[in-house]
């Protein structure tokens, strides 16, 4: 279940620092006496540097999405030579990943990268590795204070729900009097307030469009496949569904099924790869998904690099990487599948 507090900051795709966004420009053509606007030195690249041991903690991989983290994160410090990877076995309890967290802070690692079980509980100790000179880069579920981390990095909920309305009211905006529905995910979860608002937004843009229901599962197959029963039983006519997240869609595709339902179409949300692969089958209502892109952690692993070399990132005048990166909740469907099957998580 992904989660954070979203940050407004700056908009910059995950995608695009996972597939080169950190690798240098062509050699300059200017005199090497002249090196007043040469950034080749300063920006990190795919080529061998100086050695950065990075710390990794993550919450427990009880979910797709937070597995796909842990294999993001551990795939893509192998591919660099200088990079060696401390990780963690990962804890959902807070006290427990506290002391997982000093224990990386007492090896001296020169970077670490958290993403915590509760972002408010962990502040302490991202302070603490701050004082020590450690550089952290926030993982998605963001520290209560910003002086807990370097740079912050993570997924954008409202952008989400904002991403999944727009597609739907471009699929409807013909339509007279379309009519869609919501299953979104814990209600007392703040990313889920920001996901159904950023979606209540986009249709405010479709005056031919009304949100009709809103039935809240938990992120489970078995919440998605009762709870999507109860919406199918209380709404017989409507035009869209949003589901929040890929994994309650599994149980909400079943109900849909059962009930011999095919008159609507059905976005996701997170970017599992069964999502896709039902995406590219084209053979259920389930038409797209909206990206919560498990590769921001790849991305971190690219920033914790460039902060323990001392290097920014390439393509911005910069010296110094970014405080916040933001990813973008690119809509995948049947046009574009294929080039983000390799992120679905399973």
Request: include cysteine.
């Amino acid at each position: 279940m992904p989660s954070h507090t979203s940050r407004r900051g700056l908009l910059f795709g995950a995608a695009a620092l996972s597939t080169g966004a950190l690798i240098t420009g062509c050699t300059s053509n200017e005199s090497k006496d002249d090196d007043s606007d040469d950034k080749s030195q300063q920006v990190a690249d795919d080529k061998p540097g100086k050695k950065v041991t990075i710390g990794f903690a993550g919450p427990q991989a009880d979910h797709g999405w937070l597995n796909a983290i842990n294999d993001n994160a551990k795939k893509r410090a192998e591919k660099y030579s200088d990079v060696t990877l401390e990780a963690t076995e990962g804890s959902n309890d807070t006290a427990a990943q506290i002391g997982q967290v000093e224990t990386l802070i007492n090896k001296k690692v020169d970077v670490l990268v958290v993403l915590p079980a509760d972002g408010k509980a962990l502040t302490q100790v991202g302070l603490k590795a701050m004082k020590a000179g450690i550089p952290v880069v926030n993982l998605d579920r963001v520290f209560a204070s910003p002086q807990a981390y370097r740079c912050w990095i993570g997924g954008d909920n409202y952008g989400m729900g904002l991403s999944a309305g727009h597609y739907i009211g471009e699929k409807l905006k013909d339509k007279k009097n379309a009519r869609v529905v919501e299953l979104a995910g814990l209600d007392n979860l703040e990313l889920t307030k920001q996901r159904s608002k950023g979606f209540d937004d986009a249709l405010k843009n479709y005056p031919n469009i009304k949100k009709v229901a809103r039935q809240a599962a938990d992120f489970t197959v078995e919440s998605g496949q009762s709870k999507m029963s109860q919406l199918l039983q209380a709404q017989q006519n409507f035009d869209a569904l949003w589901n929040h997240d890929d994994d309650q869609g599994v149980g909400a595709l079943r109900a849909i099924k059962q009930a011999g339902r095919d008159d609507f179409l059905m976005v996701g949300g997170a970017g599992a790869l069964s999502a896709m692969q039902a995406i590219e089958a084209d053979n259920s209502v389930l038409k797209a998904t909206v990206l919560y892109p498990p590769t921001m952690a790849a991305s971190a692993i690219d920033l914790a690099r460039a902060l323990g070399q001392g290097k920014g990132v390439n393509g911005m005048a910069e010296f110094e990487i970014p405080s916040f990166v933001t990813c973008y909740s690119a809509v995948v469907d049947k046009e574009n599948v294929g080039q983000y099957m390799s992120t679905g998580f399973k």
